[in-house]
T-cell receptor, first 112, second 114 residues
Framework: KQEVTQIPAALSVPEGENLVLNCSFT??????LQWFRQDPGKGLTSLLL???SQREQTSGRLNASLDKSSGRSTLYIAASQPGDSATYLC???????????WGAGTKLIIKP | EAQVTQNPRYLITVTGKKLTVTCSQN?????MSWYRQDPGLGLRQIYY???????DKGDVPEGYKVSRKEKRNFPLILESPSPNQTSLYFC?????????????FGNGTRLTVT
């Protein structure tokens, strides 16, 4: 059974630091992995989607990597800003019915 | 603007009083889904729909019903709500043709059942 784990559950860093969020999954047979951002009182926003054949995706200050063989993905945030404060979730697409398996998320706080 | 719209945003009701949470998307997406989010349990899928008139159970379907009579709408129905259905609910949609298309979420409905 596929399980997705995100460690740490919470992270607080000073503004300007580069940081890495981790996501691990137990079954390497995935179609893709997505990173989402969730702001309080709002829905989830898709940040990056890495297909199973890809190693990384970049969008602005965000870079996500995927290592299927080790069951790991990282989300790298460069030059963090207070506006990056949010909960970040990862999810893997497990089958052709597009069902997602979700991590519990990492709550990120960027201190000014 | 491409979006998924849920209503209402907040809902307080009493045990046993039927309610419907509406979800509508304007992106012509085939796939739609309902999730609930609870502290410590993360996001869990309730029901999903691959297209009009096609619905399937997710991980936690008990106590919920859905329908997909039109492509744009996917309402969530609680026939007899109970306090354990107090939660934050999200509707989401994506293109069916590619599982590499991202999932789009509504802003959520916070439901309290007393």
């Amino acid at each position: 059974k596929q399980e997705v784990t995100q460690i740490p559950a919470a992270l607080s860093v000073p503004e300007g630091e580069n940081l890495v969020l981790n996501c691990s999954f137990t079954d390497s047979a995935i179609y893709n992995l997505q990173w989402f951002r969730q702001d309080p009182g709002k829905g989830l926003t898709s940040l990056l989607l890495i297909q199973s054949s890809q190693r990384e995706q970049t969008s602005g200050r965000l870079n996500a990597s995927l290592d299927k063989s080790s069951g790991r993905s990282t989300l790298y945030i460069a030059a963090s800003q207070p506006g990056d404060s949010a909960t970040y979730l990862c999810a893997v697409t497990k089958d052709s019915n597009y069902q997602l398996i979700w991590g519990a998320g990492t709550k990120l706080i960027i201190k000014p | 603007e491409a979006q998924v719209t849920q209503n209402p945003r907040y809902l307080i009701t009493v045990t046993g009083k039927k309610l419907t949470v509406t979800c509508s998307q304007n992106m012509n997406h085939e796939y739609m889904s309902w999730y609930r989010q609870d502290p410590g349990l993360g996001l869990r899928q309730i029901y999903y729909s691959m297209n009009v008139e096609v619905t399937d159970k997710g991980d936690v379907p008990e106590g919920y019903k859905v329908s997909r009579k039109e492509k744009r709408n996917f309402p969530l129905i609680l026939e007899s709500p109970s306090p354990n259905q107090t939660s934050l609910y999200f509707c989401a949609s994506r293109l069916r043709q590619s599982y590499n298309s991202p999932l789009h979420f509504g802003n959520g409905t916070r439901l309290t059942v007393t």
